[in-house]
C-alpha cells in the first residue's frame, strides 16, 4: 500500500522547506566541533554503549532533521538541542567513511542517528505503511539500538546532489535507482556507499560484527552498522 496522493503532496511541500535547512547547516555547522570540546553523553547513553557521533568524526555536519519541523511529520520529534548518538561498534567504521571523504575534500552530514522507541512510534502512527516507515515491535533494532544513521556527503559547503532528499517516499529514493535519477546523483550514491563500506566488505545483512557500514536497498542515505537487524531490548536513553 503506497501513501496516498494527498500524504506525497505534504511531503514534497515539507521536503523543500527541509532542503533549505540543510543548506544553512551545511554553510554554518554548529554541531562541527572538535572531539576534545564534546560533552560527555549521559549516563544512560553511556551504559547502553552509545557516544556522541563527533568523538568519532569531529568535522561531521549535525543536521537533525527530527529536531525541527522540516520533516514528513511537519513538527519536531526531537528536542532541539538532540544529539547524534550512535553505537560504539558504528564507531570503526563511520570514522573510516569520514576518512575516505575527508581526503576527497568531503565531509559526512547525519540526518539521523539513534531515535528512540516512542519517536519511531510517532513515525508510524503518522505513516502507517512498512514500506516507508519501520513499524515499531516489542524490541529495538536498526536506529532504536543506535546501530544505524541516515546520511549524505557535503561538498564545498554544499549539500552534492543525491537525487532526492532525505525521506524522499519514491522509487527514486531506492539505493540503486536509476530511473528519474541523474548519472551525476548514481554517481554521487555510489561514491557515499563505497566511502561507507571502506572499513569491511559491503553487505546486505551486516550481522557479522565487520567495520563497514551497510547501505540499506530501500533509501539511498541509510546504512546499517554491525547487528544492526539483531532484536535487542529497548532503550530508554535521553537524546539531548
Known sequence: MRPTRRDVSVRRGVLAA????????????????????VP???????????VDVRTVVPDAVIDLRYATPHNFVGVPLYPADARCLVHESMAPGLAKAADE???????????????????QVRMFDAVPNPAWVAKPGPYARSHEAGRSVDVTIAERGQLVDMGTDFDDF???????????VSAAAQANRARLRTAMGAGGQERSDPGNGSGG????SGEWWHFDGPGAGVQRPILDVPID
Open 18 to 37: 527541509a532542503t533549505i535547512s540543510a543548506a544553512v547547516a551545511v554553510a554554518a555547522p554548529a554541531g562541527a566541533v572538535p572531539g576534545g570540546d
Open 101 to 119: 571523504l575527508r581526503a576527497q575534500g568531503d565531509v559526512l552530514v547525519f540526518w539521523d542517528c539513534y531515535r528512540p522507541h516512542d519517536v
Open 213 to 216: 557500514l551497510a547501505v540499506y
Open 40 to 50: 560527555p553523553v549521559s549516563p544512560q547513553a553511556a551504559a547502553a554503549g552509545f
Open 170 to 180: 519514491s522509487a527514486r529514493a531506492t539505493a540503486y535507482a536509476t530511473d528519474g
